[in-house]
């Protein structure tokens, strides 16, 4: 082989060593570059991962922290029934124990009598109280608790079933009144109720 032969063999070589060199170069890049992307995409991925695991963590916390919010309010609400309920009780069972003709039961009988008899605009009156308040409550009492102006005749009978207070109805049925402790304080529990709820807000 001469030199000339030599030196295009050569030329022949280095040419493609240049080329399998930029070959390399290339794919190397092409692999750089895949890489990056690829690491790029997967902390894409992670983060939005670690993004969706975050705000279903806040959401689980929340609805925990809304449960024991709620459980507390049930709580709450019931130890306030069970507080309203004993109260109620408590003062019912004090006014029924007042002794008969005494003055602060004499003055409750008299109130609780105007209203009822207010309320039940009849001719004919049926009126029942507690045996204790019988001899108490008799039609020439009941009379002079009579709005002004209004004339009424009444029957007065002992009903075992009230502890105080009394019940007013007309003969023929049409008007009721119930103005018993019993039937004041029920309507009392709803104000108490009331009133509770509005120092709430």
Known sequence: MDDQEKRLEEEILGDARQKAERVVARANADAAAALK??????ERRRT??????????????????S???????????????????RFLKGLLDDLGAAP???????ASLSTLA??????????EVLVEVS?????TVTPEWLAKRLPAGRAARFTVQASSGIGGGLKVASA??????DNTYAARL???????RRTLADCEK
Do not use: C
């Not at 992307?37 to 997967?42: K, P, V, Y």
């Not at 008969?100 to 004499?106: C, D, G, N």
């Not at 045996?131 to 001899?135: I, K, N, Q």
């Open 37 to 42: 992307r690829a690491r790029t995409l997967n």
């Open 48 to 65: 939005k991962a670690l993004e969706q695991t975050r705000e279903e963590a806040e959401h689980h916390a929340e609805n925990i922290l």
């Open 67 to 85: 449960g024991i919010w709620n459980e507390q309010r049930k709580m709450w609400l019931m130890r306030r029934e069970e507080v309203i309920r």
């Open 100 to 106: 008969a003709k005494s003055p602060e039961r004499l």
């Open 114 to 123: 105007a209203e009822a008899l207010a309320a039940v605009p009849a001719a």
């Open 131 to 135: 045996a204790v308040d019988l001899p």
């Open 172 to 177: 023929d049925g049409r008007f009721t009144y």
């Open 186 to 192: 029920a309507r009392l529990e709803e104000e108490f």
